[in-house]
């Protein structure tokens, strides 16, 4: 193989890959990067089996080939080289790397090893990157964290011949958003929520569209971006049936401005930290008050708000799950609903019917 | 089946380590399954392969396939053609059951506050967590079954497949696969085991079911007591909310009229409203007299099956996975040296504990010696030698073989014939001590040395071959029957 590429585009694509290499890999071949030329382009492979990406980045072929390299040597390697046209040139047992004035070689991995990567079977879906990123942003704000329990960190694809949704809770919360895009066939995905934000991270910079492809009978789900593929490993777990504990009805709406209740939340954060993060909000007439105590002080922020439905009612939750859902937000009106203060409540953009957020509250004995 | 499949592979597996470097192996060979056995023809088996994701599956067939089939090939000693697939995750969208299913419900607590969670009952894939563990745990207690008593730690072999294949039938389908389920067979032939693991199967999947394990006895002890107390009524009641009701050694319930009355309505008050009724016994409804013709025709009207002593390879089997459960190494050549000597599974027990002991207060090692000692400590059942007359033992081998004492002592060397002039061999020198030269004399004047040979392959076949084992305990029953008689 013989190439002549931009260090910059390199260098980009081999840190984006190299995010698929796991910290552990089994087997050398998994700790490495596969660079092949395709049609006048580079690509770039890198897996741990559960995960892999693929990037292309343009390039001059001089002499097609391919070669595995460790992803953590290119990687350091590469981000010292100076921006501008590298060659890189593979040879018996090692690839050589040739910027202006430096000149390096890194030893190679048997490239037979690496395993190949699945084909997609089906078509899928395509949506703009804005919706995706949408999707996963506020659709999977709610996903959990802890890997020991896939399905709450995990996120629900559904998709529909008329939309598509998606769905996440880590058993406290749940948040789900829906955007109008046709698919070709109706089914679930449930995704680890880790890979998504890396997915969301890589399609924030590619921009365009962003096609996705489920496949059971892989057991995968394909992510194709501009010059990226993300090959995800299905989760093999059943959502719980959520839409049970969504509220349908409430008894108590208010309206507020998103900004003002974030301020409102920040402030009684700063008490909340010691008890849990646990915040209560008390409704009265159309004032909201938002107040936290704890042993070394309290707060309490008066919100004005425009009462909808109910008279009044109280409700204590972890204030982390209120910032999180106005951070998304940022600013406009949002709608908070409630039945009894032991019930799961629900937040709302009255602007955009397309998002929920539900909450449970918790329970606090006075 | 599932064992098969499984010790197929566990093999294969020891002799590829050796042709892979070991992260290879790790990453690619050892993640895979054996799903399915079928053999195609006399020497073909098509060997289906269940893979963890697509990456294995084209790695192997690319370039892992041959070493995989020359192993198996040689283990198999057949020509294998193998299959790889992943397993097929459902994408089809769920379908909404029920309206209010997961609706958080709130329990109370006593904390200031508590995190409440949206989804009450989670979805069994997940790892078991240390709550659940628990709230199993509490739910086992109260059902009063034992935790060690699972499926998989029953020995399953052609004695129990049959009462096996039902108890999982039952633990998955409660109250519709077969109602009642009645196992019956001799002592400690795992009947309780098997009850026990169908309700610790049920709970595993659902720790709220109402189950409970009582035995014929006790239940018999608890009607006595109601009656004593005037409290029939909340008993009645009791019995009657179990969704699953487990009675073991029902045959105590035989001649107590009012005891089986209050089980009949307790069954019948279950049965209808989808519940599950499992009955072990010693012996078939039909034996247990005298029992209610309406609780008899309601037992036959279920699933009848008995289990039978378990054969060698099976207290083999049941030998190594006790030693596992106390943390003794038992090699395979010990586990079957015991197995051929002990038939009792509780004596097996037993002696696995004194061995436990042995090895664990006196520190001695676990040793074919120390095996034989044990074993020679449990053999109390002396053959009375004076008592038993050599002509005796010939009428009844030649009665047991159903052959002539004439023909047992004649020269005929018929396969049926040899068999039985050896087993009689083997008794009169090996159990009456006879003298082999007398032996020799009573059968026509053989030589010494066959009948050694006769006797010692006897004893041999003993430990191996379960009819040879069969055939001589049978004759030495009825010899110290007629005997005592």
């Known amino acids: ?366 | 089946m599932d064992l098969d499949r499984e010790k197929l592979w566990n093999t294969a597996l020891s002799d590829l380590e050796n042709s892979f470097s070991p992260g290879t192996f790790s990453t690619w060979i050892k993640p895979l399954r054996i799903r399915e056995i079928k053999g195609v023809g006399d020497d073909h088996l098509m060997i289906t392969f269940v893979c963890p994701n697509t990456f294995h599956i084209r790695m192997i067939e690319d370039r892992y396939y041959a070493l995989i089939k020359e192993a198996l090939d040689r283990i198999t000693k057949k020509k294998n053609n193998l299959q790889f697939e992943i397993k097929i995750i459902n994408t089809e969208p769920q379908k909404v059951v029920g309206e209010n299913r997961d609706e958080a419900t709130i329990t109370p607590q006593e904390k200031k506050a508590v995190p409440q969670t949206l989804f009450q009952s989670q979805p069994y894939s997940q790892p078991i967590q240390h709550h659940q563990d628990q709230v199993f745990r509490s739910s086992l207690h109260r059902a009063g079954l034992r935790e060690d008593y699972t499926f998989e730690t029953f020995a399953v072999s052609t004695s129990n497949e049959m009462a096996h294949a039902a108890a999982i039938a039952v633990s998955q389908n409660p109250g519709t696969a077969y109602n009642p389920l009645f196992l019956y067979g001799g002592v400690g032939v795992g009947k309780t085991h098997l009850m026990q693991a169908i309700g610790n199967n049920i709970l595993r999947k659902n720790a709220d079911t109402s189950i409970y394990y009582t035995t014929g006895e006790q239940f018999t002890n608890e009607i006595v007591a109601a009656i004593q107390q005037k409290k029939t009524i909340q008993l009645k009641q009791k019995f009657r909310t179990y969704k699953i009701l487990l009675v073991d050694d029902i045959q105590f319930l035989a001649g107590k009229t009012s005891v089986q009355e209050e089980f009949f309505h307790t069954f019948n008050a279950i049965t209808p409203a989808g519940g599950q009724i499992i009955l072990t016994s010693d012996r078939p409804p039909h034996e247990i007299n005298p029992l209610e013709d309406r609780l008899k025709s309601r037992f036959e009207a279920g699933l009848i099956i008995d289990i039978q002593q378990p054969t060698f390879e099976l207290r083999t089997a049941i030998i190594l996975i006790k030693a596992k459960k106390l943390g003794l190494q038992v090699p395979m050549d010990l586990a079957q040296k015991i197995a051929s000597e002990v038939e009792s599974t509780r004596k097996l027990e037993g002696i696995l504990v004194k061995l436990h002991s042995e090895i664990s207060l006196f520190h001695r090692e676990l040793t074919p010696d120390l095996v034989s000692t044990m074993l020679g400590k449990t053999e109390q059942t002396e053959f009375p030698q004076n008592t038993i007359r050599p002509a005796e033992v010939i009428k009844t081998v030649a009665n047991h073989f159903h052959v002539s004492t004439a023909a047992l002592k004649g020269p005929s060397r018929v396969k049926h014939l040899v068999e039985a002039r050896h087993v009689a061999m083997y008794i009169l020198h090996n159990q009456l001590k006879v003298q082999l030269e007398e032996v020799g004399g009573m059968f026509g004047g053989r030589d010494h040395t066959s009948i050694l040979h006769a006797s010692n392959k006897i004893r041999d076949l003993i430990g191996t071959d379960e009819t040879t084992r069969t055939n001589v305990n049978a004759i030495k029953t009825s010899l110290l029957f007629s005997t005592t008689v």
Do not use: W
């Open chain 1, 1 to 366: 193989m013989k190439i002549k590429v931009l260090q910059e585009n390199l260098l980009r694509a081999a840190q984006d890959v190299g995010r698929g290499i796991s910290t552990k890999p089994p087997l050398p071949i998994l700790s490495c990067i596969l660079l092949e030329t395709k049609q006048g382009k580079l690509s770039l492979k890198a897996t741990d089996l559960s995960v892999g990406i693929q990037a292309e980045v343009g390039c001059k072929v001089e002499e097609e080939g391919i070669v595995a390299v460790s992803g953590r040597t290119l990687i350091e390697l590469l981000s010292t080289f100076s921006a501008g046209s590298m060659e890189i040139e593979s040879q018996e047992g090692k690839m050589v790397l040739r910027s202006q004035k430096t000149m390096s070689s890194i030893q190679t991995v048997d490239s037979k090893d690496f395993p190949p990567f699945p084909e997609r079977d089906n078509d899928g879906v395509v949506l703009s990157s804005d919706q995706f990123i949408s999707l996963i942003e506020r659709g999977g704000v709610a996903a959990g964290v802890d890997e020991t329990r896939p399905v709450f960190s995990s996120m629900l694809f559904e998709c529909s011949i008329s939309h598509i949704a998606v769905v996440a809770t880590d058993g406290y919360r749940l948040s789900k958003e829906v955007v109008d895009v046709a698919s070709a066939k109706e089914c679930i995905a449930l995704v680890p929520a880790k890979i998504m934000r890396e997915v969301v991270r890589i399609a924030q910079k590619q921009g365009g569209e962003v096609s996705m492809v489920v496949s059971g009978q892989l057991g995968q789900v394909f992510f194709g971006l501009k010059e990226y593929e993300i090959i995800v490993r299905l989760v093999d777990a059943e959502f719980p049936q959520y839409s049970a504990i969504v509220p349908r009805e409430t008894q108590l709406n208010i309206q507020a401005e998103a900004s003002e209740l974030l301020s409102a939340a920040k402030t009684a954060m700063v008490f909340s930290k010691e008890v849990s993060g646990i915040i209560q909000m008390k409704i009265e007439k159309s004032i909201l008050i938002i107040s936290s105590a704890a042993a070394t002080g309290e707060s309490s922020v008066e919100v004005e708000t425009k009462k909808v439905r109910g008279v009044e009612g109280e409700i204590s939750f972890n204030g982390k799950y209120l910032i999180e859902f106005l951070s998304l937000v940022k600013t406009g009106e949002i709608e908070f609903g409630m039945n009894e203060s032991l019930k799961p409540g629900i937040f709302t953009i009255p602007s955009q019917k397309n998002f929920y957020y539900v909450v449970m509250p918790f329970r606090v004995q006075k």
